[in-house]
């Protein structure tokens, strides 16, 4: 993966996360594409790569956010990592499997930070219905999956490290 590829990835969608997505609501969730970049970076280049896009995604949600810096960090690296040490082994062939990825990692990445903001104190399981948040935050990563897929397929430009989940056309 290029670092500045992945650099400009993580400031457009922390600039379409603050300028457009941050004026969505639904019962008080907002959409989440930080977290969608780390579940489908894990998902595209495996778990350590995965894990660093997570943070680097998280870490920079987080300047932006009222919350303890690095939670948003942490749980996306998390997520990073896990997204893709369990989808290792997939068949990616199917054009539907990065849109499924995307919603249940992002909704297993919504339950983890409400969980460990809850352990550091954070008030995560106040406010909105954490249920709302999920199926929201879910809907819209699923349905914004397959752009996020071309964004960060173009990051990865090693002829080594093509492992992409389909091919792009």
Known sequence: ????????VVVGALTLQVTLLSRFSYEGARPDVMLLIAVLAGYLAGPDRGAVVGFASGLAFDVVLTTPFGLTALTSTLVGYGVGALTGGMVRSSRLAPSGIAAAGSAVG????????AVLGQPTLEGPSLTAIVVLVSVVNAVLAPLAVRALAWTIVDDHDRRTPFVLR
Do not use: E, K, Q
């Open 110 to 117: 919504i339950l983890l930070y409400a969980v460990l903001g």
């Open 1 to 8: 993966m290029s670092p500045l590829r992945v650099a400009a």
